[in-house]
């Protein structure tokens, strides 16, 4: 059997790529953006091992995984890319696997910039991954060089627009390699028809009426309402509020409140709820929680522990000198302070 090396395989799918473009993928070039394709897949093709002998044991040796690093990492070294160079890679690796057998995984789309530092902020939810963050596995993660990763980084710091909304998550601290977050963000962005859109108000609404969740609830309420368009607003308060039953005041005060708070679409948790809202806070990050309140000899107390459990008009703490719970009151809670931002 003669040997074949990973450059044999290249120089073959080259020559059928030259005859007709795309081989498994079905797109249709004109003849100038075919010259340019053809350009583009010469140049990601230029790497290491291509010496490297394709043999029956590939499953064994992993071979088809080097090929697939190996080519992620050509595609991050280029300065200019677009979504052309990942559908050339996974063509080539679908003729591996139709002519060669090779075991080998498509490469994941390549992003936009706004949905890679997106991606980059959930990455963050990962403690772990965000203090030991490593510009180079995310670069080749996303396919992107290092320096455009950094940027991306300052951009978050610095906050991206999102439906003219600004994301702005200022609690990065980036010391070389090692990156930590206050408070993670969750980008959701939903594509709703307009009932699904008062589905998710009127749920949010009753929220308002829980002590625990009303900052929260209330903040993602204006969060939804200034992402609508004039025509959704105005449909919504001059149509089906009255069609359907609805609050009317609250939905004006949406539009109030939208009028005259700053457009940020996330807020850490101390920004996005009140003292009671972080109480909910430190119970889910079990993080120790101090509770100013006052007695029922109306004195003044302070208590500091991990919050055990919230009910519907008490709070239950323990804290490390005691070892039963105490319950304060929601009437008799002054102030609430997180002792630590950072998990």
Known sequence: MSKVTVLDTIDEYLELYDQKGFI???????????????????????????ETVLNESIYLRGEGEIIRSTLRDSISKMQRKSNDEYLIANDYFQFLIQHYRVKIDPLDRQLTSLERQLSIAKDMHDFNKARNFDRNEVAQKYMVSEKTVENDMKALREG????????????????????????????????????????????????????????????????????????ARKRITGTLVDLMELDAGWYESLDEETATRPAVMFYNEKESSDRFGLLMYAMKGSLPCSICYVSEDDSFNEITGIITGIHDTTVCIRSESEENEKKIEKKRILDVEVATQLR
């Open 24 to 50: 498994y993928i079905d797109h249709v070039w004109d003849k100038a953006k075919l010259k340019t394709m053809r350009n583009k897949a010469r140049e990601i093709f230029r790497f290491p091992g291509n």
């Open 160 to 231: 991206i627009s999102v439906m003219d909304q600004r994301i702005v998550l200022s609690e990065f601290q980036l010391r070389n390699r090692k990156v930590t977050a206050v408070s993670t963000m969750h980008p959701i962005f939903l594509a709703q028809n307009l009932t699904q859109v008062i589905c998710i108000l009127e749920g949010l609404h009753s929220m308002e009426q829980s002590w625990i969740m009303a900052s929260y609830a209330r903040n993602t309420s204006v969060s939804i309402w200034r992402q609508l368009s004039d025509y």
